[in-house]
């Protein structure tokens, strides 16, 4: 299969490197700048999560696909957690395959880090552990989502309208202070016993997440 997409993609005016283990697919990504990287789960000798996992801990941001015979929401939420862009269940379509890889090629960005990072503080969607140092913070999972999101915008203001559509359920028909509420909590556990204020309050708009709130 690995030696028809790669032929697939050459007729397509791709250049292919084949990698026939994790080991080797490591090796290779150190020693060559890609635009994408389509991985195989199911790999011999390193499978394809850790060789996912590994490559972001490196720093090496190029855009993966993973592709894989399993299926099922948590082995898709498990890929895309270790740092997979995107993710593709066999038996597939070479034409859906070319349309994704197409996708990852245009929109190749800079960092998209799996530890989130505010300062010292961290956030680790997969395991669902925070830290500020080395220290663990424990927090509710309602308290996590709106951290997450926070953190995902270091920087930038959020309001509570943007922060309940993705925090709370669609139909959720309570109150929007329910916000200020949740985030007060939070300051408590993350910026108070530290001595920090690194979530702002911008006076009518919102809240904004500071990298170095000290």
């Known amino acids: 299969m690995a030696a028809s997409i790669r032929d697939g993609l050459e007729r397509e005016g791709f250049a292919v ?3 026939t283990n994790g080991t080797e697919g490591l090796w290779m990504a150190g020693e060559v700048e890609y635009d ?3 991985l195989d789960i199911m790999l011999p000798e390193v499978n394809g999560y850790v060789v996912c996992r590994t490559l972001r801990e490196r720093g090496d941001w190029t855009p993966v696909l993973m ?3 399993k299926d099922g929401e948590f082995d898709e939420a498990e890929g895309l957690d270790t740092g997979a862009d995107d993710y593709l269940t066999k038996p597939f379509s070479f034409v859906v395959l070319l349309a994704r890889v197409r996708a990852l090629v245009r929109r190749r960005t800079g ?3 799996t530890v989130l990072e505010a300062g010292d503080l961290t956030l680790d969607p997969a395991s669902h552990e925070v830290k500020r140092g080395a220290t663990v913070i424990d927090l509710t999972s309602r308290e996590f989502a709106i951290l997450e999101f926070l953190i995902r915008r270091v920087g930038q203001v959020a309001s509570k309208t943007d922060i309940m559509a993705s925090v709370w359920d669609f139909n959720f028909e309570g109150d929007p ?3 200020e509420v949740y ?5 408590k556990k993350i910026d108070l016993p530290f001595e920090r204020q690194s979530i702002a309050t911008v006076r009518g708009a919102g809240y904004r997440l500071e990298s170095n709130g000290g």
Not at 183 to 187: A, D, N, P, Y
Request: charged content about 25%; aromatic content about 0%; hydrophobic content about 55%.
């Open 17 to 19: 490197d084949l990698a």
């Open 36 to 38: 994408a990287i389509l």
């Open 67 to 69: 592709l894989t015979a």
């Open 111 to 113: 960092e998209r880090p």
């Open 177 to 179: 202070n329910i916000v």
């Open 183 to 187: 985030v007060r909590s939070l300051r």
